[in-house]
Nanobody, 114 residues
Framework: QVQLVESGGGLVQPGGSLRLSCVASRDIFRISRMGWYRQFPGKQRELVAHISTGGATNYADSVKGRFTISRDNAKDTVLLQMNSLKPEDTAIYYC????????WGQGIQVTVSS
């Protein structure tokens, strides 16, 4: 059974930082492209960033230069370091693993507000 467990969300002031973590089942982590998506109220889920098994990364234009995705292969974990956060980054963030199909975490709230 594939499991993706997110942590690290919460409330932060504009300009602040948060780091999201996602621990994945070992069998899926090692063969999957890992990523983070987010969903705004009433909107479809959208890509934030993803990272291949080889470390190649891709970012949404809205987060380039502010967010960094990385993977810790020893811990089966994908990280999203979010800096210079803006109120418009407020959303539910989902961990994703893709190998032939999408697997999703349960989602975690990130709120950027003063």
């Amino acid at each position: 059974q594939v499991q993706l467990v997110e942590s690290g969300g919460g409330l932060v002031q504009p300009g602040g930082s948060l780091r999201l973590s996602c621990v994945a089942s070992r069998d899926i982590f090692r063969i999957s492209r890992m990523g983070w998506y987010r969903q705004f109220p009433g909107k479809q889920r959208e890509l934030v960033a993803h990272i291949s098994t080889g470390g190649a990364t891709n970012y949404a234009d809205s987060v380039k230069g502010r967010f960094t995705i990385s993977r810790d292969n020893a811990k089966d974990t994908v990280l999203l370091q979010m800096n210079s956060l803006k109120p418009e980054d407020t959303a539910i963030y989902y961990c994703n693993a893709y190998y032939a199909m999408n697997y999703w975490g349960q989602g975690i709230q990130v709120t950027v507000s003063s």
